[in-house]
């Protein structure tokens, strides 16, 4: 099997903690829901994804080119990785309360929104390097094609954050204005992120592979 079952049971769970964390990509189909409606809010959190699965696989196309040509390029990674996760874990406890408003945008059509959140999420490079910190964690090039289970994990991935965006920007109510505005909720999905990147750091440290 590409991806052991054992794998996805530990991923799908940890990448929908980590897509409900609020953050610009979230706060953006927020404000585009709120200021122009359900569908431009549904329209941007789709070009979230477009724009997310661009750089998943730009990132899973650079991967396998480094793991064929240096296949010890995958385990440096690995552990850089591990190193990065450990700083977002840091970053994520230390942060103080934060009053996240929903981000500024302007009246759009649903192409618009869709198109605006395409490049909001390009122009990020924050995504690039997470999903070269995160997904690789859980690929195995002994398993087969690199590239192929790249895609299927940021497919994992963008579509839990697909869901979250789309229930945010599409209902821009409740849900939103709690994730968005309440100080002990966005702290609390702050520790929450920061004890998930924690411990799955630790888990993959000290993890051996066949």
């Not at 991923?11 to 200021?35: E, R, S, V, W, Y």
């Not at 990132?59 to 990785?81: S, T």
């Not at 690929?139 to 790249?150: C, E, H, N, P, Y």
């Not at 109510?173 to 994730?179: C, E, I, R």
């Amino acid at each position: 099997m590409l991806i052991p079952i054992e794998t996805l049971a530990i991923f799908i769970p940890t990448a929908l903690a980590l897509n409900m964390t609020p953050g610009n990509d979230m706060l953006f189909c927020l404000g585009q829901g709120i200021k122009s409606g359900p569908v431009a809010g549904n329209a941007a959190s789709l070009g979230i994804a477009t724009g997310a699965m661009i750089h998943t696989l730009l990132a899973g196309l650079g991967l396998a080119a480094l793991v064929a040509a240096h296949p010890v390029a995958l385990e440096v990674l690995r552990w850089l990785g591990i190193a990065y996760l450990v700083w977002l874990a840091i970053n994520a406890f230390r942060s103080g309360d934060q009053n996240l408003a929903p981000a500024k945008t302007t009246q759009s059509s649903a192409f618009r929104a869709w198109r605006d959140g395409i490049v909001v999420n390009l122009l990020n490079p924050k995504i690039i390097v997470f999903v070269l910190a995160f997904i690789p964690q859980f690929v195995d090039a002994s398993r087969g094609s690199v590239l192929v289970q790249f895609l299927i994990f940021g497919l994992i991935l963008n579509i839990g954050g697909t869901i979250i965006n789309c229930l945010v920007g599409g209902f821009a109510g409740k849900l939103g204005v709690t994730l968005s505005r309440s100080k002990r909720v966005a702290r609390g999905f702050q520790i929450f992120t920061g004890c998930v990147f924690l411990g799955l750091a630790a888990k993959l440290a000290f993890d051996r592979r066949g």
